[in-house]
């Protein structure tokens, strides 16, 4: 896992020292109002992601959207993410869906490759499967997610790279968990804030 971040990292880097010739030869912006996103982690994970959203200010950056992902969490972060659980055991991210509203920060204002904060707000499932006793539990709970994010634009304005670092509280969770030999035992918890980081692929259309 950490692999993988040094490598999208080290990616990123490479491509940011491009992109300001290709926004300085398309000076001239071109009114695209939606975006759409994906993060090819979660792909490898067996699972999916999207974000559409559509600029409602004539600047096109202010945005409003709707983000969906379902993945198997890598073993190495479940006991960073959750309580009472091992990384032999398997949890897998099977549903989340949030509203999400982006702000892009226009510091370099004549050009596209910017910063931006964001926020989102949704509802996700886990189910995790006990790896010595093959027990699965079934969690829920509601998220808040403030997001900090840089677009990178690497072919005209419309082909973008986003790495973002997500700081998410979780609450209102629910568990299917039943111990009934120990009812003090709540099983497996998702903890109430943790931080994600992550790298998207996007089109503006």
């Excluded at 071109?30 to 975006?35: A, E, H, M, T, V």
């Excluded at 709707?66 to 969490?73: F, P």
Aim: with cysteine.
């Amino acid at each position: 896992m950490k692999k993988e971040w040094l490598i999208c990292i080290l990616f990123s880097g490479v491509v940011f020292q491009g992109t300001g010739q290709t926004d300085t030869l398309m000076a001239a912006k071109k009114d695209r109002p939606f975006r759409i996103e994906t993060e090819p982690t979660s792909f490898v994970a067996k699972g999916w992601s999207f974000f559409g959203s559509y600029g409602i200010i004539k600047s096109r950056n202010l945005h409003l959207g709707l983000y969906s992902i379902a993945s198997t969490l890598p073993s190495g972060i479940n006991d960073r993410m959750f309580t009472n659980v091992t990384s032999a055991d398997k949890i897998r991210l099977t549903f989340e869906t949030a509203a999400s509203v982006r702000y892009k920060i226009p510091y370099f204002l004549n050009t596209e490759s910017n910063p931006y904060i964001g926020l989102f707000f949704g509802w996700e499932t886990f189910q995790h499967t006990n790896n010595s006793t093959g027990l699965k539990t079934k969690m829920s709970n509601f998220f808040l997610t403030p997001q900090v994010g840089y677009e990178i634009y690497v072919f005209r304005q419309m082909l973008y790279l986003n790495p973002s670092v997500r700081v998410v509280y979780e609450f209102g969770v629910e568990s299917d968990y039943v111990n009934i030999l120990d009812p003090a035992d709540e099983g497996p918890r998702i903890l109430n804030w943790l931080w994600l980081p992550s790298v998207s692929i996007g089109v503006r259309l």
